[in-house]
């Protein structure tokens, strides 16, 4: 039971957590959950659209294809998932909403060999986001500063890339590069970072997939290299190649992107979202950025909205 009065209880957040809709403040995992102690654990971010989510189908695979290379078996269906999902959503009153799905192997005995039996943590949390589509607003207030870092990407041999596991140090300690202190206190040089592979090949950003143009083409880094394949990232190149718009998977150097017409950023939040500069270097405007954020817009509004 809770002390707050009704009205401040009220105005919690919710999270769903191993079945049950709870107020943060009584939501609580283990100290000895393996995804804490291990980041033994996998998880989706997920967008909403007036209270649907964004290619389910898509995330759920992935997640799937995540606890499988984990050997999480959590024995939750794709469609008992969705219901949390959406149980969470109603529960805080969202429609246009953040959306994180996480499934560790839950507790087990301290060692780090788990164990074949999994009783799994399950946790659903949301937030909201500004209306999407058409007629929607961007949840970044401009274009984004793009930074190489000395941070490689981790080798698709040690974790593989598709695996989307709750041990993101890789891509903290990339953001922490993009620290230093300033007058005030700490500040960011770039708004994203760049990683970049054991060869110099550029990867994806901490948390976003990566597109530049030039005269020739669209141009991506190939999933054959240590790159998350992201539900956006795949949207959009589904998007250009119906516009006929030529489209390259590749390895790439961080001069092509320093010296590319456009370079725009993906994930699941963001959607699209250009870069203005490559660290430190101007990138000029082109029609494609904006194009291809037309037609995902023009795609979410009609099957959502």
Not at 145 to 152: D, E, F, I, S
Not at 234 to 258: H, Q
């Amino acid at each position: 039971m809770s002390d707050e009065p009704p009205s401040e209880r009220d105005a919690e957040p919710r999270f769903h957590v191993d079945g049950a809709v709870v107020p943060a403040s009584e939501a609580t995992v283990s100290v000895r959950d393996r995804g804490f102690r291990y980041g033994d654990a996998a998880f989706e971010t997920l967008r909403t659209y007036a209270g649907d989510v964004f290619e389910w189908a898509a995330h759920a695979d992935r997640l799937r294809a995540t606890c499988d290379l984990l050997s999480i078996d959590h024995g939750l269906s794709d469609s008992e998932l969705r219901r949390r999902i959406d149980e969470t959503l109603v529960a805080n009153d969202l429609d246009d909403a953040y959306v994180r799905l996480s499934i560790s192997r839950g507790v087990q005995p301290g060692k780090l060999t788990p164990q074949p039996d999994v009783t799994p943590t399950v946790v659903v949390e949301v937030d909201a986001l500004p209306r999407g589509g058409l007629e929607g607003e961007s949840v970044w207030d401009g274009p984004a500063t793009l930074q190489t870092v000395k941070t490689q990407r981790v080798p698709d041999r040690a974790i593989p890339a598709r695996a989307k596991t709750h041990n993101y140090l890789n891509g903290i300690l990339a953001r922490l590069e993009l620290r230093i202190d300033g007058p005030d206190g700490p500040e960011t040089t770039a708004d994203e970072a760049l990683l970049l592979d054991a060869d110099g090949a550029v990867t994806e950003g901490a948390t976003s997939n990566v597109f530049f143009v030039d005269d020739r083409a669209l141009h991506t880094p190939s999933l054959d290299g240590p790159v998350l394949p992201g539900i956006t990232r795949s949207v959009v190149l589904d998007l250009a190649r119906e516009e006929r718009i030529p489209v390259n998977e590749g390895r790439y150097t961080p001069d092509d992107l320093r010296s590319a017409d456009e370079v725009f950023l993906t994930n699941t939040t963001w959607e699209l979202r250009p870069v203005s500069k490559v660290d430190g270097i101007e990138v000029g405007g082109g029609p494609v950025t904006p194009l291809l954020s037309k037609l995902f817009d023009a795609r979410v509004e009609g099957e959502y909205y």
